[in-house]
């Protein structure tokens, strides 16, 4: 390499070390995460929320008559409640693909809306077939949040923060095992034509639809499309962390040996 060609190099460099110091100058880190937790913490945690309250809507209306007036006997209410996991474990595999491919934010929209529409319906039940479908495609809808929120808790905050934020939003298992709770006991307790476990269901499917378009309208779908950001603090998302770009690439060899490998891990 020449004189002149190592002078441009370290110019270069120390062009590049500038600006990125003018991006620390600029930016307020704790202020920038503060309005990240407000904005999408906060909505990823009370959705895992509702999901967890949905998925236990069948427990909580297995209390209030739904056996004996679906004639559930012998193992249908087990698998009534297992089905639900085929359809969240058919969809894990599905969504790792569309995560890549779909804005995240619609997409966590689209599936608490139709997940809402699908638990509502099922208060309509009048058979264990009708509640073995209801149930599948619940699962398969809630599939989309878990490994959803994991992908854009990486594009959001830094390594050393993502346990934290991580631990957040997956407890609202327990807050929603805590609202579902009171708000199954009340619910059950409304006496009328209509049987309390379906209003167990048209009631948490509604939340979760109303829930959807808070979801839609105020969830962005990456840091570049946040409303909430300025033009600075896209600019260090963009330039410190590179990870916040999702990259539409499947490798196909990858899918390949994680599928051959997934019952080897099951056994262990």
């Not at 060609?5 to 190099?9: D, F, G």
């Not at 070390?17 to 202020?31: F, S, Y």
């Not at 499917?205 to 033009?231: C, E, M, N, Y």
């Given at each position: 390499?020449?004189?002149i ?5 370290t ?5 590049d ?16 995460f ?54 969240y ?68 905050y ?16 327990d ?20 049987h ?47 990870q ?10 990858q899918?390949k ?6 019952p ?5």
């Open positions: 390499m020449s004189d060609e190592k002078k441009l190099s110019s270069q460099e120390l062009t070390q500038e600006t990125n110091e003018q991006v620390h100058v600029i930016i307020d880190e704790k202020k920038m503060r309005k990240v937790d407000y904005r999408v913490l906060i909505i990823a945690m009370f959705t895992y929320c509702l999901q967890f309250m949905d998925k236990l809507g069948l427990s909580n209306a297995s209390v209030f008559g739904i056996k004996k007036d679906l004639h559930l006997e012998g193992q249908d209410y087990s698998w009534a409640s297992s089905v639900f996991f085929f359809g474990m058919a969809g894990n595999f599905i969504v790792t693909r569309i995560d890549q491919k779909v804005p995240l934010g619609k997409l966590v929209a689209g599936a608490v809306f139709f997940w809402g529409i699908t638990l509502a319906a099922s208060a309509g039940c009048q058979n264990y077939s009708g509640l073995i479908a209801g149930r599948f495609f619940l699962g398969l809808l809630e599939s989309v949040v878990s490994p959803t929120f994991v992908l854009m808790t990486s594009m959001w830094k390594r050393s923060q993502q346990p934290v934020r991580t631990g957040i939003w997956f407890a609202g298992n807050i929603g095992g805590i609202i579902g709770s009171f708000l199954a006991y009340g619910l059950g307790h409304i006496t009328g034509s209509i309390p476990w379906r209003y167990i269901f048209m009631v948490y499917g509604i939340i979760a639809f109303l829930w959807s378009f808070v979801v839609f309208f105020f969830l962005p779908d990456s840091p570049q499309k946040a409303r909430f950001l300025t033009a600075d603090e896209k600019e260090y998302y963009r330039t410190e962390m590179v916040s770009e999702i990259k539409h690439e499947w490798n196909w060899q899918a040996e994680f599928s051959i490998t997934l080897l891990k099951s056994l262990c």
